[in-house]
């Protein structure tokens, strides 16, 4: 399984980025796809994520309402838009993927980095005030 992130770059506050997640090499049954983000000397945190059998999602607190993560079945590609963007945003984005099955398709268990075997390079986002 292979992921590939893209789509960020410098924005200013209240501005707009999509990022795109490209997912190859695996079906889709019971999969699911994360965002997080990092920023240097802090741990790498939970942004959203979407179950790809139905399209559900779940999202961190302090995006909600701002963030919206999105699947594109046939070009096998996950979206996070990113709206009213503010400095505390500027980060490394990281997708990542993997099966997520029966009672585990929730989101307290895609919120956790560690389930994740798959990840994609990140991409920088940055937010200036």
């Known amino acids: 399984v292979q992921l590939q992130a893209s789509g960020g770059g410098l924005v200013q506050a209240g501005g707009s980025l999509r990022l795109s997640c490209a997912v190859s090499g695996r079906t889709f049954s019971n999969y699911a796809v994360a965002w997080f983000r990092q920023t240097p000397g802090k741990e790498r945190e939970f942004v959203g994520a979407?179950?790809?059998?139905?399209?559900?999602?779940c999202y961190e607190d302090s995006v909600k309402g701002r963030f919206t993560v999105s699947r594109d079945n046939a070009k096998n590609t996950v979206f996070l838009q990113m709206n009213s963007l503010e400095p505390e945003d500027t980060a490394v984005y990281y997708c990542?993927?993997?099966?997520?099955?029966?009672?585990?398709?929730?989101?307290?268990?895609?919120?956790?980095?560690?389930?994740?075997?798959?990840w994609g390079q990140g991409t920088q986002v940055t937010v200036s005030s």
């Open positions: 979407t179950d790809w059998n139905d399209g559900s999602t």
């Open positions: 990542a993927g993997d099966l997520f099955g029966g009672s585990y398709s929730t989101c307290s268990y895609y919120k956790r980095q560690t389930n994740y075997d798959n």
